[in-house]
């Protein structure tokens, strides 16, 4: 009998940019698909031009790494410029953005420390 507790999970996401949703994202890995897991990982595309995404706030941390592209994490104390291999931390609840600045599509992987991505506020922005 396998043990699936030490087994790996593989995941992907496949975004679709003409959706029309602004900052379209996705969970990889959360309880969902690997059900003894603490912590979950997603990740976000926002295509170049659009608006900044709806404004959240997240009950738990969230780290986030910048995969691709360069952009701006909007807050109402300061806006942080940020791009390809940065890595951001984001405390609970507070309220926060993305926009796309560059001319590629920007692509964030994050995580919160939570099996699933935690309630949140949203906001337009």
Same mark, same amino acid.
């Given at each position: 009998?396998?043990?699936h ?5 593989? /995941?992907? $996401? =496949? !975004?679709?940019? &003409?959706s029309?949703? @602004?900052?379209?994202? *996705?969970m ?10 603490n ?12 608006? /900044?995404? $709806? =404004? !959240?706030?997240? &009950?738990?941390?969230? @780290?986030?790494?910048? *995969?691709?592209?360069?952009?701006e ?5 300061v ?18 953005a ?28």
């Open positions: 009998m396998t043990n507790k030490y087994q790996p999970v593989r /995941a992907s $996401a =496949e !975004l679709d940019p &003409s029309g949703q @602004v900052g379209e994202s *996705a990889l890995l959360s309880d969902i698909n690997v059900p003894d897991i912590q979950c990982l997603g990740v976000a595309a926002v295509q170049p031009g659009e608006p /900044a995404t $709806a =404004e !959240l706030a997240h &009950s738990t941390a969230e @780290v986030m790494f910048v *995969a691709e592209g360069r952009g994490l909007i807050t109402s104390a806006t942080v410029e940020f791009s390809k291999g940065d890595a951001i931390y984001i405390p609970a609840d507070l309220k926060h993305l926009r796309n600045t560059g001319e590629s599509v920007l692509v964030s992987v994050f995580s919160f420390p939570a099996p699933n991505r935690p309630a949140d506020s949203t906001t337009p922005h």
